[in-house]
């Protein structure tokens, strides 16, 4: 592995591409300090110690700018939730679905609806933090020094400018460096808050001598559930096809047998993802409505059973949606067909499209409940233990992760092999 990383600096085009989304990620991660202006810092942090789990969660993808009140507080949800949005308006709303069908015209159309989407959910989310602030709950008292109604609008507007600048860096990087954007600065979130959840869990029962036995217990597990989440990321049905012999010029074509590759799961670390924020949207609702028995709802939804009987069936809806939308049986079949392809023992044309879609069906199950049990399972332990690095190492965290170090490493892989290099996965 050391090796393929040292031929990937050795590409110059591949290597412009990594320092440049490594220059990216940097300034997104300068960005998480950098406070809202007019914000009494010390006075929020003080009270933001006292927030509940969901606010915890929405910390968390915020990689710890929620917590300082930071530009970037908003984070990269808005984003998200946009595009589930987008994404179900192509089954819903017929035009949406025919820009789906356009290939980079009908994209660019989805990209743009999705990034107004964005800064309109954005503005609300801004809108709602301003006033849970300076509710009850946390008290916060601005300067006197500013007109009042200047202070709001200055902070809503840079928590909303902050949003879309994480869009842009995403789309740079996503454009001209290396992997999905979004994925990556999720990613970076997630890996920030990771070496101070270790420190709290060593102090956590470090009057019992405890804390680092329990910490070291927790990071052996992580790391034997590493293998086993490769291994099913990278798991696929081979669907045999063979092609008939023809005639093409002097030339006899075709009698070759080869095989269609279906992943187990086809949707990767989205499932995940979508689960996530539609779990956190009543957190964030509360935050702008700040009602109790919504914020109630909040927390319902953000750990206890209830939490993990949604998460379990979220994500599974998700992987068989997200499935359907990356993946259309009835093109595969007409594909196979057009060059003169046939699955052995299986008719073309309708016959084939049932089969394959039956396939996906049946192996895309096992592959949501493995995802959905590897999520739920450490925020169990979380809510029993309390501890923090469990939180930052949960399922939803390291499925995230390694998903997207997978997807990445892929992307590096494609490039070096295209010069000639060894990739990661040999």
Not at 15 to 38: E, Q
Request: proline share 5%; with cysteine; hydrophobic share 50%.
């Amino acid at each position: 592995m050391l090796k393929s990383i040292v031929d990937a600096f050795k590409v110059p085009e591949l290597r412009k591409k990594i320092l440049f989304t490594l220059a990216i990620l940097a300034l997104y991660r300068l960005g998480a300090y950098v406070p809202v202006p007019g914000i009494p810092f010390r006075e929020f942090a003080t009270a933001y110690q006292d927030s509940g789990v969901a606010m915890s969660m929405l910390d968390l993808f915020t990689g710890g700018a929620l917590s300082n009140f930071s530009v970037f507080s908003l984070g990269i949800m808005p984003y998200i939730t946009a595009s589930i949005i987008m994404q179900l308006m192509q089954g819903v709303i017929p035009a949406v679905g025919r820009w789906a069908k356009e290939g980079d015209s009908g994209r660019k159309k989805i990209t743009q609806v999705t990034r107004y989407l964005t800064l309109g959910l954005g503005l609300i989310n801004a809108i709602g933090y301003l006033l849970l602030f300076q509710s009850k709950t946390y008290g916060v008292v601005f300067p006197s020094t500013v007109p009042y109604p200047l202070m709001c609008i200055t902070i809503v507007f840079t928590l909303v400018a902050g949003t879309a600048f994480i869009m842009w860096m995403g789309e740079l990087i996503t454009q001209r460096g290396v992997g999905n954007g979004m994925s990556l600065i999720i990613f970076t979130s997630i890996v920030s808050r990771v070496p101070s959840a270790i420190f709290s869990s060593v102090t956590l029962q470090s009057d019992t001598g405890m804390g680092i036995a329990f910490t070291i217990l927790i990071l052996l597990v992580v790391l034997a559930c590493i293998p086993a989440i490769i291994y099913v990321e990278r798991a696929q049905r081979r669907i045999p096809v063979s092609y008939a012999k023809r005639v093409q010029g002097r030339k006899m074509m075709g009698g070759q047998s080869t095989y269609l590759p279906l992943k187990v799961n086809a949707a990767g670390v989205i499932p995940i993802i979508f689960a996530s924020c539609i779990l956190y949207l009543p957190a964030q609702l509360a935050a702008i409505f700040n009602v109790d028995w919504l914020q109630a709802m909040a927390n319902a939804c953000s750990t206890g059973w209830i939490n993990w009987i949604l998460t379990l069936v979220l994500i599974v809806f998700f992987a068989y949606f997200y499935t359907s939308m990356v993946f259309n049986p009835e093109e595969t079949a007409d594909n196979i067909k057009k060059q003169g392809g046939f699955i052995p023992g299986v008719r073309p044309g309708t016959a084939t499209v049932t089969y394959i879609r039956n396939v996906l069906k049946r192996i895309t199950l096992p592959g949501g409940l493995f995802i959905a049990a590897i999520a739920v399972v450490p925020t169990i332990l979380f809510y029993f233990t309390n501890n923090s690095l469990i939180q930052s190492f949960g399922g939803t965290s390291i499925l995230i992760m390694i998903g997207v170090a997978l997807d990445t490493m892929s992307k590096v892989e494609s490039q070096l092999k295209m010069h000639n290099y060894d990739g990661f996965f040999k």
